[in-house]
């Protein structure tokens, strides 16, 4: 139960709502699945319609699918606004949507850097705006940003999503800083290294890569995305009403193995 001097995220009475980007598939599909499963009325937002309907027809009624490419800029102030429209409100927002770009670093062109700080980090700074004049409103809400184990030590090839990832984590603290004491709290999930389709092809076909990942997380295997789903109910939870500016590592130690 919460205090009088530390409100829950979600108005009293009313069904919390919450926007997942990237929700129609991996890490993103997991949070939704969680959410969902704690009566949380969840949109998920991506490009590919086909991906986020055959999402909605898994995850069941609480799920609602809405494209929107995160990285076209302008439109997400109208992508917010029509959901406050239908909703009312937004009371949690997970920034998941992300891309990568495996490149050696002098073959990375500027267009390549920016389109990866484009999507993984000016539209998390966007969406984060636009939802937070909501929530600024009624005083509460949770923001969540997904990090990586690329803003925790430095990966090899991956330079524009280090940069963003780094920049996430710095963002987050500015974000908590300035928002939590008008009742936003604002952290990151870092994930470490989760089975996905993703993770699996690039892993499976790189031996000495998988052998060198599982040797330097002390426990031993690889997350599963429902792991990150998890952290993120925590977070967005009453659970967690006194964690804010938190960069949480979800990663069988990995950030910290040898």
Do not use: W
């Not at 949770?142 to 990966?155: D, F, P, V």
């Amino acid at each position: 139960m919460s205090s009088k001097n530390s409100p829950p995220d979600g108005a009293a009475g009313d069904k919390r709502v919450a926007i997942v980007t990237g929700g129609g598939s991996g890490i993103g599909f997991a949070i939704t699945q969680k959410f969902v499963c704690a009566g949380i009325e969840t949109i998920i937002a991506g490009r590919n319609q086909k991906k986020l309907s055959q999402a909605k027809e898994k995850l069941g009624p609480l799920c609602h699918a809405i494209t929107c490419d995160v990285s076209h800029l302008a439109s997400i102030p109208g992508f917010v606004n029509n959901i406050i429209k239908k909703f009312g409100h937004i009371d949690i927002l997970v920034n998941n949507a992300g891309i990568n770009m495996k490149k050696d670093f002098c073959e990375v062109m500027d267009e390549d850097f920016q389109q990866v700080i484009t999507t993984n980090l000016t539209a998390v700074f966007v969406m984060s705006r636009e939802v937070a004049k909501n929530m600024l409103k009624k005083k509460s809400g949770c923001i969540i940003n997904i990090s990586s184990m690329a803003a925790q030590y430095g990966l090899p090839k991956v330079i524009a999503y280090s940069a963003s990832k780094t920049a996430i984590d710095g963002m987050t603290r500015a974000m908590a800083v300035e928002l939590s004491p008008k009742g936003i709290r604002v952290n990151a999930i870092a994930p470490g290294f989760i089975i996905t389709d993703m993770t699996d092809k690039a892993l499976n076909s790189d031996t000495e890569r998988k052998e060198k990942v599982l040797s330097r997380t002390p426990m031993g295997y690889m997350g599963l995305p429902s792991d990150i789903g998890d952290a993120a109910l925590f977070l967005a939870s009453d659970a967690a009403k006194y964690i804010t500016g938190v960069v949480l590592p979800v990663d069988g130690g990995n950030s910290i193995g040898f």
